[in-house]
């Protein structure tokens, strides 16, 4: 038995939803490069994807047979978090008189190492007021990654309403930012440029496939930005991934960084909210702009009331779903006859893209993706329910794992794939 089969063994007996599994050996040889190249297809094909899942599986309340991996946002509150919000003192937070909002703040800030933290309703919000602080001056311009999420998914929010200009640097297949490519992006002081006014990495690195940031590299952007005087934004939405990831406290991975937004609603299971925090200076300006994009809350303790959960709670269980998505990964890589790839060295977290040919299975991405959506009738055992996944491109898949994915559901999900490739 391999060690992740043990360990997958010793998780069936004490996991919530789990039911027996066995372990799945893989194969060596990793295709990186050909992985990596498939995800920048997908970055450079993102107005096209991910295909969005029919409405049913959109709206559907969740089902026993169901599993679905398209994301972390879909965790749904733990039952803690309900009874949290049932109690929660609450007052008006447009006036600073929610204590809940107060304790889950004051308990960020503490857990980042930032002077202050500001409850926001989403990552959307979260960056976009982030920039829209550092990017106060008119004719900001703000330098990020060429397959970061604020530049891919998010509107071009801080175009759309910010009227900041994005200029997009090289991302490595690590989800680092080349380096050379930021410093020569960085604007001199000349009346025919905009005025760089923030620098982003994104950690964990969602369209790399949750690849980690360390703090080697962090510190190395930092040291890059001071020396600029030019200040550093994190879009930390898995920035507890990470951390998780790498056995470090979150506020190491934001030594030298100015702002940093993270998520509670994702693999954290909160229903609602980010957290962006930074310097006093930073927070106050952020709470004026919050209040301008409409996300001044009043009586919003019944939503950081679960946030706080997702903090001290949920936060330190992430590298259980990180060695689900491992083994998934292995899974796939060993179904490589049949047309599947992965590569597990690359999969850090708990997102896994995997690769499908369909010179070899007669699927493309897209059509494996519409078969595993639909149940499998002639199958009674748990390999016959839904899964839910998206594709990024002709051939590439996305799963996430997360809080209310279990090993019985990856092992399923290895079952039926290998079932519909044969
Ligand atoms: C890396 C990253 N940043 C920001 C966001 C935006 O978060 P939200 O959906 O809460 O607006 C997401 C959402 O998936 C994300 O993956």
Same mark, same amino acid.
């Given at each position: 038995?391999?060690?992740?089969?043990?360990?997958?063994?010793?998780?069936?007996?004490?996991?919530?939803?789990?039911?027996?599994?066995?372990?799945?050996?893989?194969?060596?040889?990793?295709?990186?490069?050909?992985?990596?190249?498939?995800?920048?297809?997908?970055?450079?094909?993102?107005?096209?994807?991910?295909?969005?899942?029919?409405?049913?599986?959109?709206?559907?309340?969740?089902?026993?047979?169901?599993?679905?991996?398209?994301?972390?946002?879909?965790?749904?509150?733990?039952?803690?978090?309900?009874?949290?919000?049932?109690?929660?003192?609450?007052?008006?937070?447009?006036?600073?008189?929610?204590?809940?909002?107060?304790?889950?703040?004051?308990?960020?800030?503490?857990?980042?190492?930032?002077?202050?933290?500001?409850?926001?309703?989403?990552?959307?919000?979260?960056?976009?007021?982030?920039?829209?602080?550092?990017?106060?001056?008119?004719?900001?311009?703000?330098?990020?990654?060429?397959?970061?999420?604020?530049?891919?998914?998010?509107?071009?929010?801080?175009?759309?309403?910010?009227?900041?200009?994005?200029?997009?640097?090289?991302?490595?297949?690590?989800?680092?930012?080349?380096?050379?490519?930021?410093?020569?992006?960085?604007?001199?002081?000349?009346?025919?440029?905009?005025?760089?006014?923030?620098?982003?990495?994104?950690?964990?690195?969602?369209?790399?496939?949750?690849?980690?940031?360390?703090?080697? +590299? $962090?510190?190395?952007?930092?040291? %890059?930005? #001071?020396? &600029? @005087?030019?200040? /550093?934004?994190?879009? *930390?939405?898995?920035?507890?991934?990470?951390?998780?990831?790498?056995?470090?406290?979150?506020?190491?991975?934001?030594?030298?960084?100015?702002?940093?937004?993270?998520?509670?609603?994702?693999?954290?299971?909160?229903?609602?909210?980010?957290?962006?925090?930074?310097?006093?200076? +930073? $927070?106050?300006?952020?709470?004026? %702009?919050? #209040?301008? &994009? @409409?996300?001044? /809350?009043?009586?919003? *303790?019944?939503?950081?009331?679960?946030?706080?959960?997702?903090?001290?709670?949920?936060?330190?269980?992430?590298?259980?779903?990180?060695?689900?998505?491992?083994?998934?990964?292995?899974?796939?890589?060993?179904?490589?006859?049949?047309?599947?790839?992965?590569?597990?060295?690359?999969?850090?977290?708990?997102?896994?893209?995997?690769?499908?040919?369909?010179?070899?299975?007669?699927?493309?991405? *897209?059509?494996?993706?519409?078969?595993?959506?639909?149940?499998?009738?002639?199958?009674?055992?748990?390999?016959?329910?839904?899964?839910?996944?998206?594709?990024?491109?002709?051939?590439?898949?996305?799963?996430?794992?997360?809080?209310?994915?279990?090993?019985?559901?990856?092992?399923?999900?290895?079952?039926?794939?290998?079932?519909?490739?044969?």
């Amino acid at each position: 038995m391999t060690w992740h089969g043990k360990l997958l063994a010793q998780f069936s007996r004490t996991w919530r939803y789990s039911s027996g599994a066995k372990a799945i050996h893989c194969r060596g040889h990793h295709t990186v490069s050909r992985l990596a190249a498939d995800i920048a297809r997908a970055a450079t094909s993102a107005h096209q994807y991910p295909r969005r899942q029919a409405m049913s599986s959109m709206t559907s309340p969740s089902s026993a047979r169901r599993v679905d991996l398209r994301s972390d946002t879909v965790t749904e509150p733990t039952e803690d978090m309900r009874q949290a919000m049932l109690s929660a003192p609450v007052g008006d937070d447009v006036y600073g008189d929610d204590p809940s909002v107060d304790k889950l703040q004051k308990t960020a800030a503490k857990m980042f190492g930032m002077e202050k933290a500001l409850f926001v309703p989403s990552g959307t919000m979260g960056n976009l007021i982030s920039l829209m602080v550092h990017g106060w001056q008119r004719g900001s311009e703000v330098l990020l990654g060429d397959r970061c999420h604020i530049l891919e998914y998010e509107q071009g929010g801080i175009a759309q309403v910010a009227g900041i200009h994005p200029r997009a640097v090289k991302t490595l297949a690590d989800g680092r930012l080349d380096l050379d490519d930021l410093r020569s992006k960085v604007r001199a002081d000349d009346v025919h440029y905009p005025v760089t006014s923030a620098i982003c990495l994104e950690n964990t690195h969602n369209l790399c496939g949750g690849r980690v940031l360390k703090p080697d +590299f $962090i510190a190395e952007t930092s040291k %890059v930005a #001071k020396s &600029l @005087g030019i200040p /550093l934004h994190v879009d *930390g939405a898995r920035i507890f991934n990470a951390a998780a990831a790498l056995h470090v406290p979150v506020s190491e991975l934001l030594v030298g960084v100015d702002s940093v937004s993270v998520c509670l609603s994702k693999g954290l299971a909160a229903p609602v909210g980010s957290v962006i925090a930074g310097s006093e200076e +930073f $927070i106050r300006k952020a709470i004026r %702009v919050r #209040k301008l &994009l @409409g996300g001044g /809350l009043r009586q919003a *303790g019944v939503l950081a009331a679960p946030g706080l959960i997702a903090l001290e709670v949920m936060s330190k269980r992430l590298h259980k779903d990180h060695i689900l998505a491992k083994h998934l990964s292995e899974g796939c890589h060993s179904m490589k006859e049949l047309g599947l790839d992965s590569n597990p060295e690359v999969t850090e977290t708990n997102i896994v893209f995997f690769t499908v040919d369909k010179a070899v299975c007669g699927y493309s991405a *897209g059509e494996l993706v519409d078969i595993l959506d639909k149940e499998d009738p002639s199958v009674a055992d748990e390999s016959g329910k839904r899964f839910l996944l998206l594709a990024f491109s002709d051939t590439l898949i996305r799963a996430i794992v997360h809080y209310q994915i279990g090993p019985a559901d990856i092992e399923a999900f290895l079952v039926r794939l290998r079932r519909t490739l044969s």
